[in-house]
């Protein structure tokens, strides 16, 4: 069956970087694009990024641009999603979520990490 | 980029219908049918409702359906049940490898 597991909750100071893996299993992994998505406390879902596993292309929402990082290790089957800078603003869970379009994208995330608590705090 | 605009908050009876609306522009819901609804209950993760405007995953109740309307994407559920009570959320394709969420409605079953 189709799993993402991800890392466990993270606490960080302002200005530190995090780090959140995300390891998939039960399909091909480089058939099937890579989302990440979080939720700040009281706050909505917010699209971050997508990574192609298949060659590791990426696109990032503009909000994010110049502080995440997904990469992705074939060896592994794991996505990774670095965000730096980091600020009590970036507190929330992260997702990471499959395309369900094989070899493609755009049909929606049909399966999901368990969600990553990142918090912020000095 | 704006998130998509949803209500804050929609209500309805055991058995009865309600239309959620997510409205985009003409660079987002307006030019893609990409179109994918999330329910999501807090502390678990969101579960793919609809993808492509109107397709239901396997799995899905058929008292769920989507639909389009120019810039304007709506999730409807009929036959409400008091297991629907949760967080619905849009996401539509913005162009560019990018997408965009609404902001999010919380449904609540009288």
């Known amino acids: 069956q189709v799993q993402l597991v991800q890392s466990g909750a993270e606490v960080k100071k302002p200005g530190a970087s995090v780090k959140v893996s995300c390891k998939a299993s039960?399909?091909?992994?480089?058939?099937?694009?890579i989302h990440w998505v979080r939720q700040a406390p009281g706050q909505g879902l917010e699209w971050m990024g997508i990574?192609?596993?298949?060659?590791?292309?990426?696109r990032y929402a503009q909000k994010f641009q110049d502080r995440v990082t997904v990469t992705r290790d074939t060896s592994t089957s794991t996505v990774y999603m670095d965000l730096s800078s980091l600020t009590s603003e970036d507190t929330a869970v992260y997702y990471c979520?499959?395309?369900?379009?094989?070899?493609?994208?755009?049909?929606?995330?049909?399966?999901w990490g368990q969600g990553t608590l990142v918090t912020v705090s000095s | 980029q704006s998130a998509l605009t949803q209500p804050a908050s929609v209500s309805g009876s055991p058995g009865q219908s309600i239309t959620i609306s997510c409205t985009g522009t003409?660079?987002?819901?307006?030019?893609?049918?990409?179109v994918s609804w999330y329910q999501h209950h807090p502390g678990n993760a969101p579960r793919l409702m609809i993808y492509?405007?109107?397709k239901r995953p396997s799995g899905v109740s058929n008292r769920f359906s989507g639909s389009r309307s120019g810039n304007t994407a709506s999730l409807t559920i009929s036959g409400l049940q008091a297991e629907d009570e949760a967080d619905y959320y849009c996401?539509?394709?913005?162009?560019?490898?990018?997408?965009?969420f609404g902001g999010g409605t919380k449904l609540t079953v009288l």
């Open positions: 979520a499959r395309d369900s379009r094989v070899y493609s994208y755009g049909y929606g995330c049909d399966y």
């Open positions: 039960g399909y091909t992994f480089t058939s099937s694009h």
């Open positions: 990574i192609n596993p298949s060659g590791g292309s990426t």
């Open positions: 003409s660079s987002d819901v307006g030019t893609y049918n990409l």
């Open positions: 492509e405007g109107t």
């Open positions: 996401c539509s394709y913005a162009g560019n490898i990018t997408w965009m």
